[in-house]
């Protein structure tokens, strides 16, 4: 389900008092898989069952399942509509919990928001507080006063798998630095990269001594 959007403010890091829920209306039918983000931005999507020439007719390109690697509009409701999500021991389930998760893996793999070779607790606040804006303009996090507790160790726990992945992909099952750089995936600057480079291979020293 989703709602018009309008705009919000960011709540206090603390949690603040529930807001009034807005309208809700119906734009995509109900997702049951779960999927936490992680792993490479290529997730696969959720696969919907079709068993109606009508709900076939609903579906439009947003709703195709597979995989939409980094696209963001794959992410989050159509324009003008702000996905409504359910809580469970304060992590989102059923509608939209899928591509909610997504979207916080597609915003930490972005380089305007997150300097990949920093750990998560040493990004700037203002480029955290940028991605929750982007996650309420397109959810109601407001329904939830403690959706920041849920979404901050989320994002940590993404970063970390990204630049494990970029470790295992672009360093180590690579032995040249030219290659490492050349095949390196687009969204990672390469000063970031090369920053990253230089302190694993000081790692590989430390460990062979």
């Known amino acids: 389900m989703c709602?018009?959007?309008?705009?919000?403010?960011?709540?206090?890091?603390?949690?603040?008092?529930?807001?009034?829920?807005?309208?809700?209306q119906d734009a995509l039918?109900?997702?049951?898989?779960?999927?936490?983000?992680?792993?490479?931005?290529e997730i696969e999507h959720e696969r919907m069952s079709v068993s109606s020439q009508s709900e076939m007719t609903c579906q439009?390109?947003?709703?195709?399942?597979?995989?939409?690697?980094?696209?963001?509009?794959?992410?989050?409701p159509p324009k003008g509509y702000r996905g409504i999500l359910e809580w469970k021991d304060n992590i989102p389930v059923e509608d939209w919990a899928v591509r909610f998760n997504n979207l916080i893996g597609c915003l930490i793999r972005d380089p305007r928001s997150i300097?990949?070779?920093?750990?998560?607790?040493?990004?700037?606040?203002?480029?955290?507080?940028?991605?929750?804006?982007?996650?309420?303009?397109?959810?109601?996090?407001e329904?939830?006063?403690?959706?920041?507790?849920y979404v901050i160790p989320k994002m940590a726990?993404?970063?970390r798998g990204w630049k494990s992945d970029l470790k295992k992909r672009y360093f180590t099952n690579l032995s040249t630095d030219w290659k490492r750089i050349y095949e390196l995936d687009k969204r990672v600057p390469p000063f970031n990269w090369m920053t990253l480079i230089i302190e694993w291979e000081g790692e590989k020293k430390?460990?062979?001594f």
């Not at 195709?64 to 989050?76: I, Q």
């Open 3 to 24: 709602t018009p959007q309008h705009q919000d403010t960011l709540p206090d890091i603390a949690g603040t008092s529930q807001m009034g829920t807005p309208q809700h």
């Open 29 to 41: 039918p109900s997702i049951d898989n779960a999927c936490d983000g992680s792993g490479d931005d």
């Open 60 to 76: 439009k390109d947003y709703e195709k399942p597979g995989r939409h690697g980094s696209e963001e509009k794959t992410k989050v």
């Open 115 to 141: 300097y990949i070779a920093h750990n998560f607790e040493e990004q700037e606040f203002k480029c955290i507080k940028k991605i929750w804006e982007k996650l309420m303009d397109h959810y109601c996090l």
């Open 143 to 149: 329904d939830n006063p403690e959706s920041w507790d």
């Open 157 to 159: 726990k993404l970063i």
């Open 206 to 208: 430390v460990d062979y």
